[in-house]
């Protein structure tokens, strides 16, 4: 069976994207208004955004689990340009991951481990697992060289 980690990340991403939809995730009233964090410009122009990034929290908490929200604030955030100066880094905005977060713990997917933040439950690792799965063998059948690494 495949991991996150044998599959391309926007693959993987996108795919996790049209599972969530399906699922009982509610999106709050002010997701088409609010901007990702203080180095943006603009709210972001797709309209299932929101989506995106629960699925990229998932694969991201997969990967570096037990991980916090002020270290995905940071992961998330990017360098915003002051003045004359250099750029400098802001954090992506906590409500948005907060949220998040909270609609996956919901579905089951994640746990809380006191002291360290969230990591994967057995749930949200099976999922993964089985949509990798899903991505390798499609990405085999495109390039039957691929075949060694499933």
């Given at each position: ?10 693959l993987l991403i996108s795919k996790l994207t049209e599972t969530l939809k399906n699922e009982d995730i509610v ?102 697992d089985r949509l990798s799965t899903e991505i390798l063998n499609e990405l085999i059948a495109k390039n039957p ?6």
């Amino acid at each position: 069976m495949a991991k996150a980690y044998d599959v391309p990340a926007d693959l993987l991403i996108s795919k996790l994207t049209e599972t969530l939809k399906n699922e009982d995730i509610v999106q709050p009233s002010w997701i088409p208004f609010v901007k990702t964090g203080a180095h943006a410009v603009k709210p972001p122009q797709q309209s299932d955004w929101y989506y995106t990034r629960c699925a990229s929290l998932l694969r991201k908490i997969y990967l570096h689990g037990p991980i916090g929200i002020n270290d995905l604030r940071s992961m998330y955030g990017s360098t915003k340009p002051v003045g004359y100066g250099g750029a400098h880094h802001r954090d992506a905005g906590g409500a948005i991951i907060r949220t998040a977060i909270h609609s996956l713990e919901k579905l089951g997917y994640l746990d809380k481990v006191e002291g360290k933040g969230r990591t994967i439950s057995h749930e949200g690792m099976k999922k993964l697992d089985r949509l990798s799965t899903e991505i390798l063998n499609e990405l085999i059948a495109k390039n039957p060289n691929l075949k060694k690494y499933s």
